[in-house]
């Protein structure tokens, strides 16, 4: 298949979205799946499709359920209420040794008294591959991940980084139908990160295996992600892909956990049909905005804008639908941007975020100087939640 | 170097003077020529060539043995096992009552579990022997057995076996072939440990032997009674000596292993 699902945000016609597509048969279904250790529930009520080829993240804070979801596809726990189903067969009553699915474990958990090659070959053993088949499944794995040197290695003889991709090896050796990473990247540090995080994509489509991951790490989720769940609770907040749930958050929760917001909360004026207009301070001009949301006269409602989509500037920007005035109270260098922290007149803070496309010291503003803001009317969202 | 004060020093010698004198004099006296315990006679080894030929001694150090033998490899096992489903079992009903009791032994005066073991193996068998001492050690040993196993099974990564399971393994399969091989210096130690408790216990062997079955304590202990004979010196000095070769070793190889992983854990780290 030459279609990554990484450019399913493209939109296109010949985009991987098997979820846009009434047709598609999902790998896996939870159905109304609630799961509680005593008193806490752990997953609440909950409903999902996740399809073929798909790499597909869970994302949240701790606590918020998703390395239980995890564990109930690995077969580690069983949900208290509910189906889960495998290719359309409930797998609930199948023990771990018997599902199709090979989980990477946040700590590796790579067998410690054997060597590289024998921790790929634990799986195969013990399925009904042919024994003289199994060398060359193992070599071949040994290759994917690049370990072909480490291969008589023990686990306590290799680093952090080839140990993370044994991990991947042995759990891909037995080419499952389903592979689930828990947090596989959270012990390497940021670059070595960055670029496994590429070869996790890279393998991923090489092998066109369906990938879960658990993460808390939104960038990587973004990163990697045909699509991100975000949850909390228990319960899935948003199902969408990297760029709808960046540019459609569907709630405050979504908008604010993703990335960086202004939240300014109002009331809604002007409705018509797909615009309104927001009051959220006294003698403040009013917010033009667009939506798809269906909002009531004098209804309470939240602005989300994302601070790239503010423009700062010593005029208002006269294309742009709103402006306000502010003081810029700091700013943040970062090198190729910079995030100015204006207030406005009613108090509100708002981060925009400029590319410093000339030099430090032919900026025209600076700090306690008095700017205008200016964003369209299509740049932020109307959030009821 | 640091300098060792005279508190430290005087401490330090009266601690190793209180644990060792006894041992060193017996270890001297079984080198004793003369027939009288307390009196030097000069140095010889003729208790030692005494003792090869007697054969009451011999035979009870054969049944110790033989005993000890089965009591640590009866003890391991069943000891393993309560430790795994302890730690592992996950909750279950009366687990804490359960856990209790395994390790309850370990604090219950001996006489108290020789009499009870003694009135138990009356109703079941006609006879005592090697076989009711082998169950009786095999009873007292196997909580100790099952408290060195669960420390390690307690740091021992869970994901481990989740990981062996997820890959297709039986849960005994999963056992076998990733927990033991990785708690087996643990129950190795057990095994040791149980073997040790066997080889040198005497009231409980003496409520559950029966004729033919006489260990090593147990005959020590009524040869002593008779008054103590050089023999016994050169005999106890031959059992410090395995002991001490045993205990010795055993450090040794665990050295040697610490050594090798810290060596290469920093090869790992330079060709990373």
Redesign the interface.
Known sequence: MAQSPRNSFSHAATAFAPWNDPNAQPLIQFKNVTKRFGDFVAIDNLTIDIYEREFFALLGPSGCGKTTLMRML???ENPSEGQILLGGKDIVPV????RP???M???Y?????LSVWDNIA??LK??DMPKDQIGDRVAEMLRLTRLDKFAK??P???????RQRVALA??LA?APKLLLLDEPLGALDKKLRNETQFELMDIQEKTGTTFVIVTHDQEEAMTVASRVAVMDHGKMIQVDTPAGIYENPSSVYVADFIGDVNIIEGKAAKVASGTLELHYAEGAEPIKATTDATVTEGQSISFAIRPEKIAVSTEPMADRANHARGKIIDIAYLGNVSTYHVRLPSGQMMSAQMTNSRRLARRDFTWEDEVWLSWTDTAGVILTE | MRRFSWFNITSLTLGFAFLYIPMIILVIYSFNGGRLVTVWAGFSTKWYGELLSNEDFLNAAWVTIRVALATATLATILGTLAAYVMIRGGRFFGRTLFSGMVVAPLVMPDVILGLSLLLLFKVMFSSAGMMTVILAHTTFTMCYVSVVVSSRLVSFDKSLEEAALDLGATPFDAFKSVTLPNIAPAVVSGWLLAFTLSLDDLVIASFTTGPGATTLPIKIFSAVRLGVSPEINALSTIMIGIVTIGVISFSLINKRQVAQRLRDEKTAEASA
């Not at chain 1, 958990?109 to 008294?113: G, K, M, Q, S």
């Open positions: 690995a077969g580690f023990p771990p040794n018997k699915v090979n989980m474990f946040q700590s958990a790579l067998f410690p008294h634990f799986g013990r399925s290695r023990k306590h003889q290799i680093s952090g980084g080839q042995r759990s037995k």
